[in-house]
């Protein structure tokens, strides 16, 4: 992950333990997710209830989930972290056109 925005410099971990946030983001919606595959599970399969089937689909939203959603919940936790504290000009660096093109976006040159 780069330190800072590419568009406008802000600092992603703007405090120590900034991350924690993150953590609990993603922990919240591995949770709400894996109570829907079981209550949706259980309730589509509800005549015959195979047991296999949700524990296999519950092992995947509890352990491959969390993985394929860090980089969501970082980008969640930025944007609350900047709704409740407002960015200060003084945490923003000025970004140069090098640095746009290390950042992997497309320079021109004229």
């Known amino acids: 992950m780069v330190e800072r925005c590419p568009g406008c410099g802000l600092r992603f971990r ?7 946030g993150d953590i609990g983001i993603n922990t919240i919606v591995t949770f709400s997710l894996l109570w ?10 509800w005549g015959h209830i195979n047991v296999a089937a949700l524990a296999v689909a519950a092992v ?13 919940a970082k980008t969640l936790w930025v944007a609350v972290d900047v709704i409740m504290r407002p ?5 923003l660096e000025p970004v140069t056109g ?8 497309a320079t021109t040159t004229a």
């Open 36 to 45: 829907v595959v079981l209550v949706g599970g259980t309730v589509a399969m």
């Open 14 to 20: 703007r405090l120590e333990g900034h991350w924690s």
């Open 87 to 91: 960015v200060e000009p003084t945490e």
């Open 98 to 105: 090098r640095d746009r093109g290390a950042a992997g976006e």
């Open 60 to 72: 995947c939203v509890t352990f491959i989930f969390p993985i394929l959603f860090v980089p969501f």
